[in-house]
C-alpha cells in the first residue's frame, strides 16, 4: 500500500490516501528507499497480471531511458524533477515518460504515462477509457482510435460496395444484355491486346443459317431463346482464356487464344457446325438453324492487323455460305469444308 504521511502536514502538502492516488494516477508506483516497488497503480499493474511488481526492484522490472547515466535507485531519485522515460525490461517492452517525486521517507513517488505510444499501447493490451484518469489525454486518444476504427470500417465497406459496382459497371458495358457473352467493344479490346502482345491466335467468325426465318415463323421470343442456347454452346467448346462475342444479331466472333493449328481449329469448327445443326425445342416447336464460319489466323500475317482479319474471316464466312451454308473456310483458300460427322470432337487443352 501507499505509505501514509506520519505528523501534521507541511503548510501548503496535500495529502492523499491510496485510493485518491489509484483513482488520479492510475499509473503510479511507490517506491521504498530500497529501491523495492510497494505499490503500483492498477492499470500499471493490469499491464502485467501474470508478473506483479510489488516487491520487486524498480530497475529489475524497468529500463531507465532518461535521464541518461542513470544506473540505481539513487541516481533515479536524485534526477526527481527531470523528464523520466522507462520501458518495460521484458515482452512488450512499452515505453512510458513520465516524472518523478522525492518522498520523505526516501522512496520515490512515479507516475508514468504512455504518451505519443498510446496508439500502440491501447493495440497491445486491453485497456478501457475507465483504465485512465478521467482527466488523462489517453481517453480522448482511445475515443480517437475507436472513431477512426469505425470510419476506416465505414470506408473500407463503402469501398468494396464502389468497387463491385463499377466491377459491374464494367462487366455490363462488355457484355451482351441477351447472351451474356462478350460484346462488339469487348472482342475489339481483346484483338488489340493480342495483336499488341504479338501472341499467335485465331479468329472464327461465326453466322447463323435461317435465323431470320425463326424469327419471322416463331417469333422474337423464339429468335431470342435460339441465340441463348448458340451462346451456351459457344462457351462449351470454348476455353476461359478465350474470347466469345456476338457481334450483330446473329453474329459471332471467337478467337481463340495461342491455338493456331489448322487441323485442330477445322475439328473445332466441325463440332461447332454439327451442334448448331441440332434443332432447338422452344415452346413445342422446332427451331432450325445452321450455321457457315470463317476462320482466319494470326500467322498467316506478318504483323496481325484486327480489322484487317476481322474482313478476311468475314470474306472466308460468306465463301461458306455460297457453297451451301452449314461449312467453315478459312481465309486466304479457295476451298470450304463441311463437318464431317465421322471425326472425334476436337478437344481444346488450355495454352502452356
Do not use: W
Request: charged share 25%; net charge neutral; aromatic share 6%.
Amino acid at each position: 500500500m501507499i505509505p501514509s504521511v506520519q505528523g501534521p502536514a507541511p503548510d501548503g502538502a496535500v495529502v492523499l490516501d491510496a485510493d485518491a492516488v489509484d483513482l488520479f494516477m492510475p499509473m503510479s508506483l511507490t517506491v521504498a528507499a530500497s529501491g523495492h516497488i510497494r505499490h503500483a497503480g492498477p492499470t500499471l499493474a493490469k499491464l502485467r497480471p501474470d508478473a506483479p511488481m510489488v516487491g520487486r526492484r524498480l530497475l529489475e522490472v524497468f529500463e531507465p531511458r532518461r535521464p541518461r547515466g542513470v544506473g540505481s535507485f539513487a541516481d533515479l531519485r536524485a534526477a526527481c524533477g527531470a523528464p523520466l522515460v522507462m520501458a518495460f525490461r521484458d515482452q512488450p517492452r512499452t515505453a512510458f515518460k513520465g516524472h518523478g517525486q522525492a518522498l520523505p521517507d526516501g522512496g520515490m513517488l512515479i507516475n508514468l504515462s504512455f504518451g505519443i505510444g498510446a496508439v500502440e499501447a491501447l493495440a497491445a493490451y486491453d485497456l478501457t477509457g475507465a483504465d485512465f484518469a478521467p482527466t488523462d489525454l489517453t481517453v480522448e486518444m482511445l475515443y480517437l482510435v475507436e472513431a477512426n476504427a469505425a470510419v476506416q470500417a465505414d470506408l473500407r465497406r463503402l469501398t468494396l460496395r464502389l468497387d463491385g459496382a463499377k466491377s459491374a459497371a464494367v462487366e455490363q458495358a462488355h457484355s451482351d444484355t441477351l447472351t451474356g457473352l462478350r460484346n462488339r467493344r469487348a472482342l475489339d479490346m481483346a484483338l488489340q491486346r493480342y495483336a499488341a502482345s504479338r501472341e499467335a491466335f485465331a479468329l472464327m467468325h461465326l453466322d447463323l443459317d435461317r435465323f431470320k426465318a425463326v424469327n419471322d415463323t416463331r417469333g422474337h421470343a423464339a429468335g431470342d431463346h435460339v441465340l441463348q442456347q448458340v451462346a451456351a454452346i459457344l462457351r462449351e467448346e470454348t476455353r476461359e482464356a478465350d474470347t466469345v462475342a456476338r457481334v450483330g444479331g446473329d453474329e459471332f466472333v471467337l478467337i481463340f487464344y495461342r491455338l493456331t493449328e489448322r487441323r485442330r481449329l477445322a475439328r473445332i469448327a466441325s463440332r461447332l457446325l454439327r451442334r448448331l445443326s441440332e434443332p432447338v425445342e422452344y415452346d413445342g416447336a422446332r427451331c432450325e438453324i445452321s450455321g457457315s464460319i470463317g476462320i482466319a489466323l494470326s500467322q498467316d500475317y506478318p504483323r496481325p492487323d484486327p480489322d484487317r482479319m476481322l474482313q478476311d474471316a468475314d470474306a472466308a464466312l460468306y465463301r461458306s455460305k455460297r457453297a451451301g451454308r452449314a461449312r467453315y473456310a478459312f481465309a486466304g483458300e479457295d476451298a470450304t469444308h463441311r463437318p464431317d460427322a465421322g471425326e472425334p470432337p476436337a478437344r481444346i487443352t488450355p495454352p502452356s
